[in-house]
């Protein structure tokens, strides 16, 4: 094991350069554009994980390649594990607020910038470092592993659900391992034990057959602008709660042991507030922060358009307007059965003036998952070993839609062992990675192996 932490060591630099390589790859799976560069970006991991030793294969899928390595298999009875990450990225959009090129890594002090640095090249990079550096240095593995990196996460994970199902014999594991969420801090390593689900819908008023000439016609149509705008303000009420009949129906209440567990995460609300640069915080209440971001659901207005945006005034009343909204969900609350209380209420508030128009965009279930389980156990020793102090347990407001697709597919439950930290910018301009955080993570993984075999 010491070979294993020492080569970590020694290649280093290397590992910071391969990640710089990595982060190049312009991988946005949301737009077509890209889509050279996502299988650029696929063959680049695929030409890697060979390097280090991996059997590699480039999974064709009806969209973005999937690239399955494994670890060399000798012997049967080993425990398996599959270890999840994602090589597509999100938008880098807007371009002017980042301070150096999205796709140009630029290092400073210990962070690593650059869109996908965080947000998932560098944290599953740091698991492959620590297998190359077992299989570099002739160390035996404990476990098999199974490395499975899609290029469709930011955009819902479309074909690897199906990809799951048809490879369910080979991928069948012990547990899933993923590196896609967050610590609080770089000297406090958390396990992550619950996930938020999603709900995303876009939403078109349509008005006029045309943009009309508003001082002609204004007054005697709907302004569709105006009629999305009401009905978006309905669905919220004042005190941050979702103003859906039936929303919080299914929600299962926190318990005393999991809000004394989130009470242990540091947060400091003025700090928060100077971080996020609000004049001041909100939301539900009755609940803290932590419990709001994570562990409650939401509604959120993604984006917003109608009508002129250009320069000057355009006196018009618009003939669409269109806001893309998701919901955020906790358990037991599913995407299918909060879709049909919002389309109800959407009924409801529509005014019979303008025609409403919605279109069912991604889902996902939340996720719970035990953290007093025996794997749980053994990746938190993993944690304490790499980071050298006492990990936390906690829940994170995002959504890894395929953990519910492994559990569904694979029966395993999966260790959310996030690497990123909260002002690492993940979605946003000015993404970064902390590089102590890479290299704690590789140590982890180093750890992981050991800790869940039993060794
Ligand atoms: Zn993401």
New binding site residues.
């Given amino acids: 094991m010491q070979a294993v932490l020492d080569y970590l060591k020694q290649n280093e630099t290397r590992f910071v350069n391969e990640l710089c390589d990595y982060v190049r790859f312009p991988s946005v799976s949301a737009q077509s554009s890209h889509k050279p560069d996502l299988n650029d970006c696929a063959g680049w991991l695929t030409e890697h994980c060979r390097r280090i030793g991996l059997e590699t294969e480039l999974c064709p899928t009806a969209g973005n390649p999937v690239v399955v390595a494994r670890t060399p298999r000798n012997g049967a009875g080993k425990p398996h594990f599959v270890v999840y990450g994602h090589y597509d990225v999100?938008p880098a959009e807007p371009f002017e607020l980042w301070k150096s090129k999205p796709f140009e890594p630029r290092i400073e002090g210990r962070s690593l910038f650059a869109r996908g640095a965080s947000?998932?090249k560098g944290q599953h990079l740091a698991h492959l470092n620590a297998v190359e550096s077992y299989l570099k240095t002739k160390t035996k593995l404990p476990c098999d592993l199974t490395f499975v990196i899609e290029g469709e996460?930011?955009v819902g994970s479309k074909s690897l659900a199906g990809f799951l199902r048809t490879n369910t014999k080979r991928l069948r594991c012990d547990a899933v391992v993923i590196s896609?969420n967050g610590i609080p801090r770089k000297d406090l390593p958390a396990l992550t034990y619950a996930l938020r689900g999603i709900l995303a819908v876009e939403l078109v008023v349509h008005g006029p057959s045309r943009d009309l000439h508003s001082g002609i016609y204004g007054g005697s149509v709907d302004n569709p602008a105006m009629a999305l705008s009401q009905l978006l303000a309905q669905l919220r009420d004042k005190k941050g709660r979702v103003a859906v009949p039936g929303f919080y129906e299914d929600v299962v209440p926190l318990s005393a042991y999991e809000r004394r567990q989130l009470a242990r995460l540091p947060h400091s609300e003025a700090a928060y507030r100077k971080f996020l640069g609000v004049p001041e915080c909100f939301g539900e209440k009755g609940y803290s922060a932590i419990e709001r971001r994570t562990a409650r659901p939401t509604i959120e207005i993604n984006g917003l358009t109608s009508g002129y945006q250009g320069e000057g005034s355009k006196t018009i009343v618009p003939s669409w307007a269109r806001a893309k909204l998701t919901f955020r969900l906790v358990p037991n609350q599913t995407p299918e059965k909060i879709r049909k209380a919002l389309l109800a209420r959407l009924k409801e508030l529509c005014p019979p003036t303008v025609r409403l128009e919605v279109e069912a965009g991604h889902g996902a279930e939340p996720y719970l998952v035990s953290p007093t389980s025996e794997h749980a156990k053994a990746a938190i020793r993993a944690l304490k070993s790499a980071f050298n102090r006492e990990p936390v347990l906690m829940r994170e407001g995002g959504s890894i839609p395929i953990v519910n697709e492994f559990k569904k597919h694979l029966q395993a439950d999966t260790l959310l062992l996030g690497l990123s930290l909260p002002d690492d910018n993940?979605?946003s301009p000015n993404e970064k990675f902390d590089l102590d955080c890479f290299s704690h993570g590789m140590r982890m993984s180093a750890y992981l192996w050991q800790e869940l075999s039993g060794q």
């Fill in positions: 999100q947000d998932n996460e930011e896609d993940a979605h």
